[in-house]
């Protein structure tokens, strides 16, 4: 049996959390709340039952770096973070990998996701898959928009106002349109 630990670390978003299993793998990532209490309550929600705080090892310490940077605007798509899928529903583990494909910068809409999963009429399934995302930022919903590059819903605390600084962090470019920081031609 691993054993899992976990552990809260500073981004620029504020205090997120990470749990993880002794082999090597993340078990849940929790975007902050309100305060200390609230975010590890989350983030154990999301983890295997017997989760404890713990000092995180060196992989997971450069994780927390790694996603932390990310939340900065780093370049960082954190495709290779190893996440378990175990207890994920099929379709959401369809959805979190487009959801993962999508670089950081870039966005795409609830529609365009179902479509890359061939399910066009499944917009409302993918919004709800994203809203149960244990991984979040690494499983990156907040690139995900309701049509019309609108914001869409968020679970994390600070609603669309938290998705929206994430993405103004990557200088996001919303669909094919320019974005906000590009250059006019």
């Not at 978003?13 to 309550?41: K, N």
């Not at 780093?74 to 190893?82: C, H, N, R, V, Y």
């Not at 378990?84 to 369809?94: A, C, I």
Request: glycine share 10%.
């Amino acid at each position: 049996m691993s054993v899992t630990g976990y552990t809260l670390f500073d981004t620029p978003v504020g205090r997120c959390g990470l749990a993880w299993r002794d082999d090597g793998v993340i078990t849940a990532v929790q975007l902050p709340e309100p305060d200390d209490t609230r975010t590890a309550a989350r983030l154990l929600r999301a983890a295997p039952a017997g989760t404890v705080q713990a000092e995180p090892p060196p992989w997971v310490a450069q994780a927390t770096a790694r996603i932390s940077a990310a939340l900065q605007g780093a370049p960082d798509d954190l495709q290779d973070l190893p996440l378990d899928m175990s207890g994920v529903p099929p379709f959401h583990q369809r959805v979190y990998a487009v959801a993962r494909a999508i670089p950081p910068g870039r966005t795409l809409t609830y529609g365009e996701v179902a479509a890359a999963l061939h399910e066009p009429g499944a917009a409302r399934a993918v919004g709800q898959a994203l809203g149960h995302n244990p991984f979040a930022p690494v499983v990156p919903c907040h690139r995900v928009l309701a049509a019309g590059s609108r914001g869409g819903g968020f679970s994390a605390s600070g609603g669309v106002d938290t998705k929206l600084r994430m993405l103004l962090a990557e200088r996001a470019r919303f669909g094919n349109e320019p974005g906000l920081f590009d250059a006019a031609s």
